[in-house]
């Protein structure tokens, strides 16, 4: 079995009608396909099987699972990289982190066993339409998946123009989740760019793209300037938020994009 990210596909559902309340509910594991040596998507069965999720974007879902040495169970955030086109089941894309405990439960979990899931009105996010003509994003890892959420509806919906600039950092070249589906839709989408850099690649390999990390120099020349119809999107690890737009949980942004000019109304801390 394998799985394909597939193409944009816009199946915008209204806020309010995501079958996930805010009561956890158990969703049996339908299937795991693993995409990399230490990433997989999970397949979940839902309770109605006729519906889908009906998560509107963009927005997440918090997964309920394992324990810790108090066997009190962890929580996360996930965002699907299915859409709302899938009927009865949704899928969540899963990086296992050597500390991340939720993430090691995802990618061992047997399939026919349950994982709890819940939606609650924090998680939704800016919706689309998201009344810009240009959307910047900056990723890094795992936080490509609500971009995904995003470009679903950008690139799926007919008649809309909006442009998308994407800087997505990965480790390295066979560690970019989703790059292959990624680039493969910016050659079908010439209104979205994006620009990998890798952290981590060996330096005497073919790769002839940007290193580093997410700098300003790089938001500078691929990234919209602020203005009025722009919009910046980002999600990523702790450091990156630090460095580029300040602490996830603040509103006021710092950092780079303060640097650069943008306002904190201008960013989504996804």
Not at 234 to 254: Q, T, V, W
Request: negative net charge; aromatic residues 8%; glycine residues 10%.
């Amino acid at each position: 079995m394998s799985w394909s990210l597939g193409a944009p596909v816009a199946a915008l559902a209204d806020v309010g009608a995501c079958q996930f309340g805010e009561e956890f509910v158990a969703c049996p594991v339908l299937a795991r396909v693993e995409v990399s040596a230490d990433t997989c998507v999970v397949t979940f069965g839902l309770a109605d099987g006729t519906k889908p999720l009906n998560l509107s974007t963009c927005a997440c879902i918090l997964a309920r699972g394992g324990e810790d040495k108090e066997g009190k169970p962890f929580i996360r955030p996930y965002t699907p990289v299915s859409t709302n086109a899938m009927v009865g089941k949704f899928e969540l894309l899963v990086k296992v982190y050597e500390q991340g405990n939720m993430s090691a439960f995802l990618g061992s979990v047997a399939v026919g066993s349950t994982v709890e899931f819940k939606h609650i009105p924090f998680n939704v996010k800016t919706q689309y339409p998201f009344g810009k003509k240009k959307v910047g994003m900056l990723v890094g890892g795992t936080g490509i998946t609500p971009m995904l959420q995003a470009l679903h509806a950008i690139l799926g919906t007919e008649g809309d123009e909006t442009e998308v600039s994407m800087l997505y950092g990965s480790r390295t070249a066979d560690n970019i989740l989703a790059g292959k589906e990624l680039d493969a839709w910016a050659k079908d989408f010439p209104r979205l760019t994006v620009t990998h850099v890798l952290s981590a690649e060996p330096a005497d390999s073919a790769w002839t793209g940007a290193r580093g990390f997410i700098s300003k120099d790089l938001i500078a020349a691929k990234l919209p300037a602020p203005a009025d119809d722009c919009v910046i999107f980002i999600c990523g690890p702790p450091p990156m938020y630090d460095a580029l737009c300040g602490a996830r949980g603040e509103k006021e942004i710092s950092g780079v994009l303060k640097e650069a000019g943008f306002a904190s109304e201008q960013v989504y801390k996804f």
